[in-house]
């Protein structure tokens, strides 16, 4: 088993966000964290898979609802492209049963964007070192609430 990231460097993260303003902000954000790096952004699900590829990241952030496709669908296409990726699914709604489909595909987690910043990057920190984190209560899964 590899090293956790905070071992080789900084986590390396891929943001899939479709809306402009939500990510300038993440990644003003990302900017001044240390141990995160922002190695690519995609808007759509087919730039997703081909960002995976080529920027073979650590974390995926990956928005639920794009122009192109569910961010859910396309995770099994991400870990394709990287199978050592971890995808967590960040999504302005979500209850259990969009958590399952989460669980389903291969993700590593689901986080609702009307948290803070700290905990955003606290659970990308965590998805990175393993563990697998949804904001929703899933049996035999840890819970954020």
Do not use: N, W, Y
């Amino acid at each position: 088993m590899p090293p956790p990231p905070s071992e080789t460097g900084p986590i390396r993260l891929l943001l899939v966000e479709d809306h402009s303003q939500v990510a300038m902000a993440l990644g003003a954000a990302f900017e001044t964290v240390p141990d995160i790096e922002l190695v690519g952004q995609a808007r759509a699900v087919h730039e997703a898979v081909s960002a995976t590829g080529e920027h073979q990241p650590d974390v995926v952030l990956l928005d639920r609802r794009l122009p192109d496709g569910d961010g859910i669908e396309a995770i099994g296409r991400l870990r394709e492209q990287c199978p050592a990726a971890r995808v967590l699914v960040f999504t302005g709604g979500a209850d259990r049963s969009v958590a399952d489909r989460v669980a389903a595909a291969g993700g590593a987690g689901l986080l609702l964007k009307a948290g803070l910043l700290e905990d955003l990057l606290d659970t990308i920190r965590r998805v990175a070192a393993g563990e697998d984190s949804f904001d929703v209560d899933l049996p035999g899964r840890p819970s954020r609430r």
